[in-house]
C-alpha cells in the first residue's frame, strides 16, 4: 500500500497539484504506514511528497530536516541528495542564499559520486538534481552579489539539461535561466 501511494502521491501532484486535497489525502495516509514501519527509502519518498505539497514555510522547513535527518540515518548517498535537493529550494525560499548554497554544493558532492540520472522521476520532482542545483545557484548567487557566477551557474544548468534530453529537466532549467534573466534586467533597471 505504501508503494502504490508513494507513486500516486507523486502522479496526483502533476495532474491535480500540490495543492489538492486528495494529493493531501493520500500522503497523510502514507504518513501514518510510515509510523508503523522501520525507517526505509520508502519512508523518504514520503516525506519527500509531504515536503512537496506543504503550504507554510514552517512546514515546509520541518518536512526538509526530517529528510536531511531520514537520509543521515540511512546514510544512502542517493537519499543523502535528494534531502539536500529539497533544502536548497527551501533555503532560497527563507531568504538564506548562502545556505542554499551550501545545501547545492553538499548535494551535489554526492551527485558527482553516483549515477542518479533515474532520480529525475516524477518522485522527486520529475527534474535532474544537478540541473536544479545549478539553477537554484544562478538565482542565489546573483542575490549574493556575483551576478556571473550566477549566469555561468544557470547556463551549466541549461547544458546538463540538455545533455540528458530530459524534457522536466530542460524545461527546469530554462525556467531558472528565464527567472535570473528577468531579475537580472529589473536590476539593471533599479541602477
Known amino acids: 500500500e505504501l508503494e502504490l501511494l508513494i507513486l500516486l502521491g507523486s502522479a496526483l501532484i502533476n495532474t491535480q497539484g500540490p495543492g489538492a486535497p486528495v494529493v493531501a489525502e493520500g500522503y497523510n495516509r502514507a504518513v501514518a ?8 527509502a520508502d519512508h523518504f519518498a ?11 514555510l514552517a512546514d515546509i522547513r520541518r518536512w526538509a530536516e526530517r529528510l536531511l535527518h531520514l537520509a543521515r540515518e540511512l546514510d544512502e548517498p542517493g537519499l543523502l541528495l535528494q534531502a539536500h535537493h529539497a533544502n536548497w529550494p527551501t533555503f532560497f525560499m527563507l531568504g538564506e542564499p548562502r545556505t542554499c548554497c551550501d545545501h547545492i554544493r553538499r548535494g551535489l558532492a554526492y551527485y ?20 536544479c542545483g545549478r539553477g537554484e545557484a544562478g538565482l ?6 556575483y551576478p556571473e557566477q ?7 544548468g541549461l547544458d546538463w539539461a540538455r ?6 529537466s530542460i524545461v527546469h532549467a530554462m525556467d531558472y535561466a528565464v527567472m535570473l534573466r528577468q531579475h537580472v534586467e529589473q536590476g539593471a533597471d533599479v541602477t
Not at 542565489?140 to 552579489?145: S, T, V
Not at 545533455?163 to 522536466?168: F, I, K, M, P, S
Open 163 to 168: 545533455q540528458l534530453r530530459h524534457a522536466g
Open 33 to 40: 504506514l510510515c509510523e508503523q514501519l522501520a525507517p526505509s
Open 150 to 156: 550566477a549566469r555561468c551557474s544557470a547556463a551549466q
Open 46 to 56: 514520503v516525506y519527500w511528497g509531504q515536503w512537496r505539497i506543504a503550504r507554510t
Open 112 to 131: 558527482e559520486q553516483g549515477d542518479f540520472h533515474d532520480h529525475a522521476n516524477i518522485i522527486y520532482g520529475g527534474h535532474d538534481a544537478q540541473v
Open 140 to 145: 542565489a548567487l546573483w542575490l549574493l552579489g
